[in-house]
């Protein structure tokens, strides 16, 4: 049958399909034309695309379509063309996917025929035909059938490690093969791990046989990371980053995340002086780097519905957060700027000298991730400021007010930590401007990082300016 030949009386497959992409088009043929199309014996080979294409359209936010399709047994007819015999093209497969997401769009119970239809071996076999072009659209339908009411115990089959993980792990592989992803894994894995607790699961799945996990707690053993783990922890930065506003945080993946941190660097060289910003292509560097990525957003992040509960930020910082946060910076060499400035300083006693101990920047940037979480720890939480002063970090805080040349925006992330530890804080203002009245020992410490503390003549109080 050729494109312009006749499908029902006065309609063409072509014009059928040109009507189908506007509302008025998709509602005009809302009466029979999904039906009559479903009941043919079968789809002509060479017009089978075009069939799909135009029901995927027909089932696009049309609601007698998306019924019509239920009703008369569209998942088995799609799932016969989808996962034969004979195997189909991927643009078949791909067309079919997105007919089924939309059709699943419509309510609980297009969700759930499709899924009974195809999970767990349909969606698995779909899955493992590895093209990009498929995997987009099953994230889709996967995403659409895991939400809203009835969503939950679908996602909790998914996360089933003997039927539904497979299919997660595939989509994954799949993913870092092509070397890019569209939205939808994203909206799914975001789903999985950050909203739901199932991110350790899935996460020491895709590690190696030498993890060991309890999955009551976040007692994680981590000795060696993957590329897959790496590229996990960058799409859920790259979620985090992008839309914190339609994602919900749970305290577990915080928490988790803080573990996965402190297992990475504790595997990661810090002898060796990182050349590259993430991803470096090193596994443990990036699983690093992408953790703090992701504690800092969380430390920023509010529940959007209830800004008044407690975020997962407040789990991390009962976990001791800051003070291992202020430990990796402790540790770290001076930034550069403060290093050659050193070299023109005599009788320096307020630093210690640098020795071959001091740690350095595994990957460009690291330095300042670490400053952009305390910033955000410090926003507006006077028991985490007292904190920082208490645990003498107001000094190590000041030193990050500078360029580095290995961590770029390094002075305006170490700015926004300083404002945000002195804001609303008197005793941790006095404490900076104690340590401008300490010549000869701290002026030139401060004066060398472009700052001074002045006294507001209104209020009375110190506060920092940045002078350059």
């Not at 992803?181 to 350790?200: D, G, R, T």
């Not at 799945?205 to 993890?211: D, H, I």
């Amino acid at each position: 049958m050729a494109d312009d030949e006749m499908v029902f009386p006065g309609e063409t497959l072509e014009s059928l399909l040109e009507a189908s992409k506007t509302p008025e088009g998709r509602w005009r043929l809302a009466s029979g034309t999904l039906d009559a199309i479903l009941r043919l014996p079968s789809f002509p080979p060479h017009t089978l695309l075009q069939y799909l294409r135009l029901l995927r359209n027909l089932c696009a936010g049309e609601g007698a379509n998306q019924d019509s399709f239920i009703e008369s047994g569209g998942p088995d007819r799609i799932a016969a063309v989808l996962l034969g015999p004979p195997p189909a093209p991927p643009e078949i497969l791909r067309a079919g996917l997105q007919l089924l997401g939309n059709v699943a769009l419509a309510g609980e119970a297009h969700r759930s025929a499709v899924w009974a239809r195809f999970f767990w071996s349909g969606f698995l076999e779909l899955a493992r035909v590895r093209e990009p072009g498929v995997c987009d659209p099953l994230c889709m339908v996967l995403d659409t059938c895991c939400s809203s009411d009835g969503g939950r115990p679908r996602l909790e089959e998914l996360c089933g490690v003997e039927r539904g993980l497979p299919i997660l792990l595939e989509i994954i592989l799949v993913s870092i093969t092509a070397g890019h992803h569209e939205e939808w894994l994203e909206w799914l894995l975001s789903k999985v791990c950050i909203e739901e607790p199932y991110f350790s699961l899935l996460f020491s799945k895709l590690g190696r046989s030498n993890v060991s996990c309890n999955s009551s707690d976040v007692g994680y053993q981590y000795n060696i990371f993957t590329h897959e783990q790496a590229f996990l922890l960058g799409v859920l930065s790259k979620c985090l980053t992008e839309r914190p506003e339609d994602i919900a945080v749970s305290n577990d993946f915080a928490l988790n995340i803080l573990e996965v941190l402190k297992a990475a660097s504790t595997i990661v060289d810090f002898t060796s002086r990182g050349s590259s910003a993430l991803p470096t292509g090193s596994p443990a560097i990036d699983v690093l780097g992408y953790s703090l990525a992701i504690l800092r957003d969380i430390c920023a992040w509010e529940n959007p519905i209830s800004p008044a509960t407690e975020a997962p930020i407040d789990s991390l910082l009962s976990a001791c957060f800051l003070e291992l946060l202020l430990s990796y910076l402790r540790q770290l060499e001076l930034p550069s700027t403060v290093r050659k400035s050193m070299v023109h300083v005599k009788d320096q006693i307020i630093q210690p000298s640098i020795t071959d101990s001091s740690k350095v920047c595994p990957y460009k940037g690291y330095r300042r991730d670490v400053v952009s979480v305390i910033g955000n720890c410090l926003h507006r939480r006077k028991q985490f400021q007292d904190e920082t002063r208490l645990l003498n970090g107001i000094p190590l805080l000041l030193q990050q007010c500078v360029v580095d040349e290995d961590n770029p925006f390094l002075r305006e992330w170490g700015l926004l930590a300083v404002r945000n530890l002195l804001e609303g804080n008197e005793e941790n203002q006095c404490a900076v401007a104690q340590l401008e009245l300490q010549e000869p020992v701290i002026t030139p410490e401060i004066a060398g990082l472009g700052l001074k503390v002045e006294v507001d003549k209104d209020s009375g109080r110190a506060k920092l300016v940045n002078i350059s």
